[in-house]
């Protein structure tokens, strides 16, 4: 929270604690109901449900939306029915749904008792979809016309029930079936003429998602095409719901730090790290710190198996960090690319051999400059400036053809595992930095005592 809000924090407890509500309604109106909910999440139990109560009802459900899971929770629990009933009834379906998802079973049990009967219907109905489909995220409130109908009608029925759609900016044209035929936009509305027809307004061509699509392809077509709403069809492409832009960026955000915490070797959670408790994200670490500290024994089994060539040639072991470094870098900068090549769409298992093609070229020529710039620093800096005898001419081109096969090597891990794991429904963010960093570093361990054994003689 900034120091702004800090201070309006502050005010509005001062107030609450001098019993001056008049004077805290007349702050919390002027607000933006997120930046109310931004401040709500930093007030005590005891005032939060007194300074919630004292918003108008509509702001009072807009920020109810923008709060956390544990402010939501509590403020339930301290609602009376009619106070719960009020709040639902102000709610978008989709958000609604968001609120059954989050709540525990008794709570949840009371949101769906104090919903209207139409909303209770439409709630199971999105619930129904799997979790991370399309069908997951819309919402039911939409406005859709008949092809036959005039502007002079389409305006009244906007008049009649836009007030309660989430959306008038797009709206939809649909057959007696329900099946989708077009679209149309309010402006294409308020410019035609009155007895101008749908059918003869509408865009035929309508960019749209099935239920069962994935929501992340929902988010890049949002992208992709600069959409605001997006229609949601079933199996005979009858409409049932739309995809507003709010829901996607709440799709891009959850996707986005999925990907940053697996890439990081962390189960994701559901929570904002400052309300995750300590063991919370103990569990969500620990199971990847035990895989990848027994997949590193690996490691160390590889250097025990080469100890009599590092004690021939002390000189050896003061380039291992070195190069397991450089190779796990390499790796993890394939890996990142590769990754969000295909999180945007760019990328499909089918351009694997351009890639690894790509990426082998990147190596060499990566692999090459680092090998130049290692056998100068050995040469220059460590034999001739620092007279360290055990540098040799030998030595050095050891340490630097490991460089290079290291690193080609390297990317070439990096580029394919993640592909591979989305060809097998894997998150590709499962093989990043932890994971390719580990591989890689058994690998170029094997490459650098092959290559000690063959030019050395060890």
């Given at each position: 929270?900034?120091?702004?809000?800090?201070?309006?924090?502050?005010?509005?407890?001062?107030?609450?604690?001098?019993?001056?509500?008049?004077?805290?309604?007349?702050?919390?109106?002027?607000?933006?109901?997120?930046?109310?909910?931004?401040?709500?999440?930093?007030?005590?139990?005891?005032?939060?449900?007194?300074?919630?109560?004292?918003?108008?009802?509509?702001?009072?459900?807009?920020?109810?939306?923008?709060?956390?899971?544990d402010a939501q929770e509590l403020l339930i629990r301290s609602f009376s029915d009619s106070e719960l009933k009020e709040v639902l009834d102000e709610m978008y379906v989709d958000d609604a749904v968001d609120l059954v998802e989050e709540m525990p079973a008794n709570v949840v049990k009371r949101i769906l008792r104090q919903a209207d009967t139409e909303t209770r219907k439409q709630i199971n109905e999105i619930l129904k979809y799997p979790e991370d489909s399309a069908g997951s995220i819309m919402t039911t409130e939409y406005l859709s016309f008949r092809p036959d109908m005039t502007i002079a009608d389409a305006i009244k029925r906007i008049r009649r029930v836009g007030v309660d759609k989430e959306t008038i900016s797009n709206c939809y044209v649909v057959n007696d079936g329900a099946v989708l035929l077009g679209q149309i936009t309010i402006e294409d509305i308020i410019l035609s003429a009155e007895e101008e027809l749908v059918r003869d307004v509408m865009e035929a061509n309508v960019v749209c998602a099935f239920t069962v699509d994935d929501r992340e392809l929902v988010a890049q077509n949002f992208t992709k095409y600069g959409l605001a709403a997006m229609p949601v069809v079933d199996e005979e492409h009858r409409l049932v719901g739309i995809v507003t832009v709010d829901d996607v960026m709440d799709v891009i955000q959850e996707e986005a730090t999925e990907d940053i915490e697996l890439m990081n070797a962390i189960l994701p959670v559901d929570k904002p790290y400052m309300k995750t408790g300590v063991f919370e994200s103990f569990k969500s670490r620990i199971p990847w710190l035990l895989l990848l500290m027994i997949s590193a024994t690996f490691t160390g089994m590889i250097i025990t198996s080469f100890e009599e060539a590092l004690a021939a040639q002390m000189a050896l072991s003061a380039f291992i960090p070195m190069i397991m470094d450089t190779g796990g870098n390499s790796g993890s900068q394939a890996s990142v690319s590769v990754i969000r090549g295909i999180s945007l769409g760019e990328i499909n298992f089918s351009d694997m051999p351009t890639v690894i093609?790509?990426?082998?070229?990147?190596?060499?020529?990566?692999?090459?400059?680092?090998?130049?710039?290692?056998?100068?620093?050995?040469?220059?800096?460590?034999?001739?400036?620092?007279?360290?005898?055990?540098?040799?001419?030998t030595v050095a081109l050891v340490v630097c053809l490991t460089l290079v096969f290291t690193v080609c090597v390297a990317k070439l891990v990096g580029c394919t595992l993640p592909m591979l794991a989305k060809k097998l429904g894997f998150d590709p963010a499962v093989m990043a930095s932890p994971f390719i960093t580990t591989i890689v570093d058994a690998i170029s361990l094997l490459i650098y005592f092959q290559f000690a054994s063959l030019i050395l003689g060890l």
């Open positions: 929270m900034t120091t702004e809000f800090e201070d309006i924090a502050k005010t509005l407890l001062n107030l609450t604690e001098e019993k001056k509500y008049s004077a805290v309604k007349d702050i919390l109106v002027t607000l933006q109901p997120a930046d109310v909910a931004l401040i709500f999440d930093e007030l005590s139990e005891e005032n939060l449900p007194i300074l919630f109560r004292l918003l108008p009802k509509e702001q009072a459900a807009e920020t109810f939306v923008e709060m956390d899971d093609w790509k990426e082998l070229r990147v190596a060499l020529c990566c692999s090459l400059a680092l090998a130049l710039a290692n056998f100068a620093k050995l040469m220059l800096f460590d034999r001739l400036v620092m007279h360290n005898a055990d540098i040799t001419l």
